[in-house]
């Protein structure tokens, strides 16, 4: 552990940012060659002035950090630098990375990374699209990122989960600090199946302002972002800028046009953002990333399908009138001209199937996943003919 304490000590060192920190690596390749350079060679170095680097040669490692180290060993967490092999190869690409992070599980190899961000107060019709998409997206072998907040970030990890792939948490605290405290258990099982990780040291609360630094980690460590239900002052917005600047795809899914949770989304979506309906309208835009031979011809991209349970005539009748935002027993009744016990009969069919769900009040919704109501062509019922014809600046 001992080899951290340079990295330790230049992160420390007052003035220091995540992007000088970069430029440093960059020119002299590791902390100690940054610390004990020569003057005349620091000062070409862009943002450090000869105050800074008397800061820099002066500055000595906090004890509190050595205990840090001394805990993070003793808690199965690692530590990955700039220089690490398996420092994230995408998040190497921005401007400011961290300098290290602490890293609870492990992150996979690859670049298949795609980041799925929106509401903590999110609605039903948002929590099961979020997690139909996290699932298809697994099943095809990408990895979900999120930040593990309550809402659209929780239902794209267990998404993830369901479909059996991997999926990486970015915190905006420290890993022994988690947040929000009831995803614990979430937060064991994402490190089982990928990683949950980190720049902030081990115990730092979650502050206001790390939210934002964290975002900046989501999206650069993905080749696209997708937004689903964010206000025009959602923080997921954030995340979306970022990724544009960051040179990556941005999607967003549209909602209802008379839901304010989702008008930051449709504010996207008007700037250019690709409207997202399932799993393969983000494919089309990243699979040649993934595979640049594929890049000018058409890729089919093979998927298993869900068995979905046989609908009676009845049954296929009553969930075709379902949307993906609840309606009211009362609407199904007359919309349908059914008996209120026939159709309550129906429904309850219909949700042992799996296929509508009810909240309270009686108002019930198509599971989005089901993909029975003729509204959407589910990804998992066929496959994508992709054509792409464009390349990765």
Not at 32 to 52: F, M, P, T, W, Y
Request: proline share 6%; hydrophobic share 35%; aromatic share 6%.
């Amino acid at each position: 552990m001992e080899k951290l304490f340079p990295w330790f000590r230049l992160k420390s060192t007052p003035g220091v940012g995540n992007l000088l920190y970069k430029r440093l690596i960059d020119v002299f390749h590791s902390p100690e060659n940054a610390i004990h350079a020569a003057r005349k060679d620091l000062l070409q170095v862009e943002g450090l002035s000869d105050r800074l680097i008397t800061a820099i040669k002066r500055h000595t490692l906090p004890e509190a950090f050595k205990k840090e180290l001394e805990e993070v060993q003793q808690k199965d967490i690692k530590i990955l630098t700039l220089t690490d092999d398996n420092y994230p190869a995408l998040l190497l690409e921005i401007p400011d990375p961290p300098p290290y992070l602490y890293v609870y599980g492990c992150i996979p190899a690859n670049k298949k990374n795609i980041s799925i961000v929106g509401s903590r107060n999110a609605t039903r019709y948002g929590l099961d699209t979020t997690q139909r998409l996290g699932r298809d997206l697994a099943s095809l072998g990408m990895t979900i990122v999120s930040g593990m907040a309550r809402g659209i970030d929780t239902a794209a990890h267990e998404g993830a989960l369901i479909g059996r792939g991997k999926t990486i948490a970015v915190l905006g605290s420290g890993l022994g600090r988690v947040y929000p405290k009831e995803n614990e258990r979430l937060f064991h099982r994402i490190a089982e199946a990928g990683a949950v990780i980190s720049e902030f040291p081990f115990m730092a609360e979650p502050e206001a302002h790390h939210f934002p630094m964290r975002n900046r980690i989501i999206s650069g460590l993905s080749l696209g972002t997708v937004i689903v239900e964010a206000t025009l002052r959602s923080g997921s917005l954030i995340t979306a800028r970022l990724a544009a600047e960051q040179n990556r795809e941005v999607f967003a899914v549209p909602g209802s046009i008379n839901s304010f949770k989702s008008t930051g989304t449709h504010t996207l979506i008007k700037q250019g953002a690709k409207l997202v309906e399932q799993a393969g309208d983000i494919m089309e835009e990243i699979s040649h990333w993934i595979d640049p031979s594929v890049s000018e011809d058409k890729h089919v991209v093979e998927v298993n399908t869900i068995p979905v349970p046989p609908l009676s005539p009845l049954e296929t009748s009553v969930s075709r009138e379902l949307e993906h935002y609840p309606l009211h027993i009362d609407d199904l009744i007359r919309k349908l001209g059914l008996e209120p016990s026939v159709l309550s009969s129906t429904l309850l069919s219909l949700e042992l199937k799996g296929i509508v769900q009810q909240e309270p009040g009686k108002f019930f919704y198509i599971k989005a996943q089901t993909g029975q109501t003729g509204k959407e062509k589910d990804l998992l019922s066929r496959n994508y003919e992709i054509t792409k014809s464009r390349k990765r600046p």
